[in-house]
């Protein structure tokens, strides 16, 4: 609060009965988190009840602007740590936040798709997950609403995560590290405390 340094973020992801299930911690250099702010590459380790690591999440260094379609995001999900089982890939779009969750062959499983303008008052911004051929919706990712005080004065964010009972438990863990990505991409609090507002910035 008082030096603006931007500090490791940390995270903690419960079931639907509230109880913590993980535990997550960023794992980046104080200089790439202060020079690079919400767009800097990213190690997130997701670690169990017992303390130990279960899932990996790794962010390489890439651009957020329509302008640079040859390097968009990109966060590569390990489970067990070392062992890749997906992908979230941002999609070039004018003017939509798009992504395709892809499996450790690199084969196309799900869309993402988010709203145009990513800032809202008083309601969840949501981004709804979509069979491959983007006809029928399958489950969402959203923003929660905290409500004024704790939107206005803080930087914690809450989200919820909603997938189909039979989906691959690999596929779970790719559906976290979407989270995460957007998380970073659209709601990360830069050094002045303002919000993002897009990925375009």
């Known amino acids: 609060v008082l030096t603006g340094f931007e500090t490791n973020n940390k995270y903690e992801i419960k079931n639907t009965l509230g109880q913590r ?3 997550a911690a960023e794992d980046t250099e104080c200089c790439t988190r202060n020079c690079c702010g919400p767009s800097r590459p990213f190690t997130l380790r997701i670690i169990d009840n017992l303390g ?11 651009c957020s602007s329509c302008c640079f379609p040859c390097c968009l995001q990109e966060l590569e999900v390990q ?7 997906g992908y979230i890939v941002q999609n ?18 799900l869309k993402i798709a988010g709203p145009c303008v990513v800032c809202s008052c008083c309601e969840d911004i949501n981004f709804e997950v979509k069979s491959v051929d983007e ?9 929660q609403w905290t409500g004024l005080l704790k939107e206005a004065v803080t930087d914690a964010d809450n ?3 909603t997938f189909p009972m039979d989906l691959d438990v690999k596929m779970k863990a790719v559906m976290i590290g979407a ?6 991409m659209f709601f990360e609090h830069a050094g002045d ?3 993002r507002a897009g990925v375009w910035q």
Do not use: N
């Open 92 to 109: 070039w779009h004018p003017c939509l936040p798009k992504f395709t969750i892809q499996d450790e062959k690199r084969m196309d499983i």
């Open 135 to 143: 006809t029928c919706t399958v489950g969402r990712i959203s923003k």
């Open 21 to 23: 299930v993980y535990f």
């Open 79 to 85: 489970a067990p740590p070392g062992t890749p089982v």
């Open 193 to 195: 405390k303002q919000q």
């Open 159 to 161: 989200f919820g995560i």
């Open 52 to 62: 130990h690591e279960v899932i990996t999440l790794q962010r390489p260094l890439r």
């Open 179 to 184: 989270c995460f990505l957007i998380d970073f």
